[in-house]
């Protein structure tokens, strides 16, 4: 809150300076600017660099940023504090002294450059904190240089695509400099950036492939953790998909543009970005994040096992294991898909198409893993389909007003019983199988019991309220005759 | 005819003179009218009792009062024992079919005008035992701890806690604390199988005996100018238990088609559920203080309704005392009106609570 404060009313203040000055005192020409021609005649390299700055040639000079009065070619007038000399800027005045013209403001100039307010991104990003917390920090000139700024698109400029991996590595791999910001930042993303197709790309001079800023942002960088950030983990797919999903801008790359479509539909896509659970998995948790590549079809298992542990230590043993090795299968996306991963079923065990078993077995009576493929469906058939089944037995006794709470609440359990199946079934072994199963399946069977039970009991109490009545009613009339019988004989005792 | 009795009556004569009580039944002479209908109310609402008691002492073998036993030892009835569905739902059903007995029968009493003289001690004890009746409705309603018992039973108390002075400490007598808890279902247990069962049976023995030493009211006059009597045994004792037979029937086809729903267990810390209502019983005066405006002449709407069914509750329970015309024999048109008022206000706010 504090710090939020201070940052408004530094950008503030740095916005009504550079309307003042901006109005009082225009920007001098360069003819007039005895600042450029004093240091020229010395052959200084700050004033020779400054020739091919980008602000040089619109007018910027040298004392909108040291001060001084440059119209004075009396070196004591010209740099005396009276008139506003500051030599070399502290680094972090800096973002002040730019800002005057690339911070907050309507201004008419900055109109006329396009100029944005990256001053106010800049305050409130990773950098800008990390500046106010320490004066050695990160500020403008670490990123577009000194002196010789070029414009982004200008290849001599350090943010140029070409050299922005190199300029955020400049810091981001300096463990010494990063430990007095942020120590447990690791520092290695340029050596993985390396190693990624975008880096290997661009190493061979294609500035298209996402660099740093194409991900993090520029002046905003912030934390990844921040649910701001590009590349906080619901934004991930999204951050990714304006390369990756554009299929003008990735022409020639020969790779498809429908991953994003297809994530978004995945029980992946799903869970992370209509139920927001950070734990489902996102681009980069399969492809790595500065060293993004598509796993490799052997390494694929160990990708997916980062999550299901289970089933990759179960599929290690299978036979499948060696079976797809060997075939250059790309182990569990042979069965689930990659990008467009759905929510398993039982009917991915069939013979029948699109279900993968059908990819390399027969059930044609040669192939001797068939009756196991059918034993295994059967067994995840007897859980779902058995359940399904003894529910409606269960509500048909509910509804017969029979209380079947204690066998529906049974039922229950066999849902850990069916996830332990599902799990089981990566083994392809028939016997785990069964040790997963056989619980639910004693569940299932025992509740349904229950259920025939109670709509057993259900006629059993109709047909004894039916006995009862007939006998009361029959009491009835007997002693209705009874009573007959004595009020007749009374009658004929009175007469 | 003595001499001639053998075997167990001799046994018995030998050991209790029963001579007078069998000569006392055998003399004793029920009124015959268009009228005599009515009298069997009397008679069905104490086999409903005799039901409740009986049901209500199997019940006793398996239920265990307490917030972790209440709920599932009804459960365990219900679900588990033998024919405990049954007893539960009889119980149940006895119950609400004695308070629809026991308020015809008041109401027949009322309007045949049986209450006057002498038998106005007969009309108070019967009246006590109707509003017994509606304490054993209220108590035992709460027993199985379900949520629509546990938040009727909070609505029914807070109800008299408006009352200025007095309502906040009959409240926590009731709840046995500041709110319904643990304490309020031992309270209402105690009640329930121990309390209200000796009063019932105290006040009830009063009122058999008033109504067997006094003998059954009379038309006044008779219809046709000619009384006529049936014989209190057998033929009043065999049509009330031709009655009886019938009531039963009744009462298992309730309970089989019928039974009487257990819910969900209460959650002191859970939401009401919408809608919660009293037992149909107690619903007219729900309703009817619904009408009541929130203020009357500078007092709280829902304490002047409730003082004005106090004082209506005690006009007619004192109804010998004010109604003096008809001991008198004078015809009395004014009793009939407001007999009729009265139950025809109870079916409207019945109904419309019930809508």
Redesign the interface.
């Known amino acids: 809150m504090k710090r939020s404060a201070l940052r408004v009313a530094l950008v503030c203040a740095i916005a009504a300076m550079g309307v003042a000055r901006a109005w009082a005192e225009p920007a001098t020409p360069p003819a007039a600017d005895q600042c450029l021609t004093c240091h020229l005649d010395q052959d200084s390299p700050e004033a020779i660099a400054y020739k091919t700055d980008v602000h040089a040639a619109r007018g910027v000079s040298c004392a909108d940023c040291h001060g001084g009065d440059p119209r004075s070619d009396d070196q004591d007038v010209a740099m005396s504090k009276a008139r506003g000399y500051i030599g070399v800027p502290r680094k972090d005045q800096i973002p002040r002294l730019c800002g005057r013209c690339h911070g907050p403001g309507t201004e008419a100039f900055k109109a006329r450059f396009k100029l944005d307010d990256v001053l106010t991104d800049f305050g409130g990003s990773v950098h800008g904190h990390a500046l106010e917390s320490n004066p050695g920090g990160p500020q403008c000139v670490s990123c577009h240089g000194v002196h010789s700024i070029a414009r982004v698109t200008d290849p001599r400029s350090p943010v140029h695509p070409s050299h922005v991996i190199e300029t955020c590595a400049h810091c981001h791999s300096n463990a010494a400099y990063m430990r007095d910001f942020d120590p447990a930042l690791p520092v290695d993303q340029r050596d993985k950036y390396l190693t990624s197709i975008h880096g290997k790309r661009h190493a061979a001079g294609d500035i298209k492939v996402a660099t740093c800023v194409s991900c993090h942002s520029n002046h905003l960088v912030l934390q990844v953790k921040d649910p701001r950030s590009p590349v906080y983990p619901t934004h991930v797919p999204g951050t990714c998909a304006k390369c990756h999903a554009d299929a003008r801008y990735m022409a020639g790359y020969g790779i498809p543009t429908t991953q994003y479509d297809d994530y978004r539909q995945s029980v992946h896509g799903k869970a992370l970005l209509q139920k927001s659970d950070l734990n489902a998995p996102a681009c980069n948790s399969c492809h790595g994040n500065h060293g993004a590549a598509p796993p490799g079809a052997s390494s694929v298992i160990a990708v997916c096992g980062q999550c299901h542990q289970s089933n990759e230590d179960l599929y290690e043993q299978s036979a499948h294991r060696g079976a797809f090795a060997e075939k250059k299968l790309p182990g569990c996306m042979v069965c689930h898909g990659n990008h467009a991963v759905r929510a398993a079923s039982d009917k991915l065990v069939s013979f029948d198409a699109p279900a993968p078993c059908a990819k390399c077995h027969r059930n044609d009576g040669t192939d001797t893993s068939a009756p196991e493929i059918v034993r295994m469906r059967g067994l995840l058939d007897s859980l779902t389909v058995g359940q399904t089944a003894t529910l409606a037995v269960l509500s048909h006794a509910e509804n017969l007003?029979m209380?079947v709470?204690?066998a529906r609440y049974s039922l229950k359990d066999v849902n850990q019983s069916v996830v332990q199946s599902r799990v089981a079934i990566h083994s392809f072994k028939v016997r785990k199988l069964e040790e997963a199963a056989r619980p639910g399946i004693a569940i299932i069977a025992q509740a349904n019991r229950a259920g025939e039970e109670a709509v057993h009991e259900y006629k059993f109490?109709?047909q004894?309220?039916a006995v009862?009545?007939l006998i009361?009613?029959f009491?009835?009339v007997l002693?209705?005759l009874?009573?007959r019988q004595?009020?007749r004989r009374?009658q004929g005792e009175k007469s | 005819m003595t001499e001639r009795a053998s075997g167990p009556m001799r046994w018995i004569r030998e050991r209790f003179n029963i001579d007078p009580l069998i000569e006392f039944a055998s003399h004793k002479q029920v009124p015959e009218w268009r009228g005599s209908f009515w009298y069997y109310f009397g008679g069905v609402s104490l086999f409903l009792f005799i039901v409740q008691v009986v049901s209500g002492i199997l019940l006793l073998m398996y239920y265990q009062p307490g917030e972790k036993t209440a709920y599932e030892s009804v459960?365990f009835i219900?679900?588990k024992v033998r024919f405990g569905?049954?007893v539960r739902s009889i119980h149940s059903w006895a119950a609400n079919l004695f308070i629809l007995s026991a308020f015809i029968h008041m109401f027949s009493v009322f309007f045949t005008k049986a209450f006057r003289r002498p038998r106005e001690l007969t009309w108070y004890s019967g009246f006590l035992l109707l509003a017994l009746g509606l304490g054993f409705g209220f108590s035992g309603y709460l027993l199985p701890w379900n949520t629509l018992a546990y938040f009727a039973t909070k609505v029914g108390t807070t109800i008299v806690a408006v009352l200025p002075g007095v309502g906040e400490p009959i409240m926590e007598l009731l709840r046995a604390g500041k709110d319904v808890s643990t304490a309020t279902l031992t309270r209402f247990y105690g009640l329930h199988v121990a309390i209200l069962p000796a009063a019932f049976t105290l006040i009830l023995g009063l009122h058999l005996m008033l109504i067997q030493t006094q003998g059954m009211h009379e038309p006044e006059p008779w219809p046709g100018g000619k009384p006529r009597y049936m014989?209190f045994f057998?033929?009043f004792v065999?049509?009330d238990?031709?009655l009886w037979?019938?009531v039963?029937?009744i009462l298992?086809?309730l309970a089989?088609?019928f039974?009487w729903e257990?819910g969900s267990k209460a959650d002191p810390f859970g939401a009401a559920p919408q809608g919660i209502k009293p037992e149909w019983y107690f619903l007219f005066t729900y309703q009817a203080l619904k009408y009541f405006p929130a203020k009357l002449a500078g007092i709280d709407g829902e304490v002047v309704g409730i003082v004005l069914f106090g004082i209506a509750g005690l006009l007619w329970f004192l109804v010998p005392l004010w109604d003096a015309r008809t001991p008198r024999g004078i015809r009395n048109r004014f009793i009939n009106y407001v007999g009729i008022t009265v139950v025809l206000f109870i079916i409207v706010m019945t109904a419309l609570g019930v809508r």
């Open positions: 007003g209380d709470t204690d109490r109709r004894g309220l009862s009545t009361v009613t009491l009835v002693l209705w009874k009573i004595i009020e009374q | 459960r219900v679900t569905w049954l014989p057998p033929n065999l049509r238990l031709l037979l019938i039963l029937n298992a086809i089989v088609w039974p257990l």
